[in-house]
């Protein structure tokens, strides 16, 4: 592997929100999703329910730098989504270039 080969970064993790508004806040963020898949450097980029717990929300990106994920990111999420949040769990990963399994 060639050690000056940039890192990856993986953001992965999971929100909670009150079961009711998980619709909601998913449809809410359908345009953050878009515009994430068209930024410069993303590899992939998913907001999705969680199969088993309808109050939560996994989050799941791939970027080629910390530099494109920086320049995505910006504020955040909104006002409006930051109320609907009871709690997170997300977390920032470098990783090495990835080895395809499929």
Known sequence: MNRNAAKQV?????????PADRTAYLEDCR????????????????????LVDPGRINILE??????????F????????QSAAIVSASVSEYDVAPPRSIF
């Open 31 to 50: 345009s953050v999703v878009q515009e994430a898949r068209q930024a410069e450097g993303c590899l992939d980029f998913a907001i999705s329910a969680d």
């Open 62 to 71: 791939r970027w080629e730098s910390q530099k494109a994920v920086e320049s």
């Open 73 to 80: 990111r910006g504020n955040g999420p909104s006002e409006g």
């Open 10 to 18: 993986v953001v992965a993790g999971h929100l909670m929100v009150d």
